[in-house]
């Protein structure tokens, strides 16, 4: 009778430990490639494998995004889709 509570006892030790990496993360972060231009600098972001946007630097002028929209095409957005945590630390 002891080893079947023993059992159940590492059963549900384990258990919770190993659920977070079962569970699919619907909050991962996105991965960015850098592909550098001699005009401009293209930021991609994947989420899951799927580009969701471009960030484009250009060296004369200001950033912009390229999103997808419903008809499968890229358009210009001057925000971006995905929301990255950036902070100012320091200003001159």
């Known amino acids: 009778m002891s080893f079947w509570i023993r059992k159940a006892l590492l059963a ?3 258990l919770p430990l190993a659920a977070p990496t079962l569970a699919e993360d619907s909050t991962a972060e996105p991965e960015v490639q850098i592909r550098y231009g001699e005009k401009e ?5 994947r989420v899951n494998g799927e580009l969701v ?3 484009v630097v250009p060296k004369v002028g200001p950033e912009y995004y390229l999103v997808p929209s419903d008809t499968g095409e890229w358009v210009q957005s001057e925000k971006p889709r ?8 320091l200003e001159w």
């Open 82 to 89: 995905i929301l990255v945590p950036s902070w100012k630390l």
């Open 41 to 45: 600098t293209h930021y991609e972001y």
């Open 12 to 14: 549900l030790i384990i």
């Open 53 to 55: 946007q471009i960030k």
